[in-house]
Nanobody
């Protein structure tokens, strides 16, 4: 089992940047495929990005490709989402997620953080 805690959300103007971090507990962090999802008001939770166990593969939603970068540091049990060129439509609660298996856009990860709010003003 892994516990996830996100940080780094906040309010930013359109075009700005934010960096989200997710800290995982436990010694087996490297065994988890990690990802970020988001949920905007009135909308379903959607996939944002994912990264494989040893960071050899990354995946992005088309809506964030070229603007967001996911990375991980298995020595520090952290996964990071660097968000650049933010748009008002990026406003959402962002959730860190972990699973033993590959995290596809339609996956339902086993473990979730509590979420962190990102608000992009126009």
């Amino acid at each position: 089992q892994v516990q996830l805690v996100e940080s780094g959300g906040g309010l930013v103007q359109a075009g700005g940047s934010l960096r989200l971090s997710c800290a995982g507990s436990g010694r087996s962090f490297i065994n988890y495929y990690m990802g970020w999802f988001r949920q905007a008001p009135g909308k379903e939770r959607e996939f944002v990005a994912a990264i494989s166990w040893r960071a050899t593969s990354t995946y992005y939603a088309d809506s964030v490709k070229g603007r967001f970068t996911i990375s991980r540091d298995n020595t520090k049990n952290t996964v990071t989402l660097q968000m650049n060129s933010l748009k008002p439509e990026d406003t959402a609660v962002y959730y860190c997620a972990a699973d033993w298996n590959t995290m596809t856009p339609t996956a339902r990860p086993e473990y979730w953080g509590q979420g962190t709010q990102v608000t992009v003003s126009s």
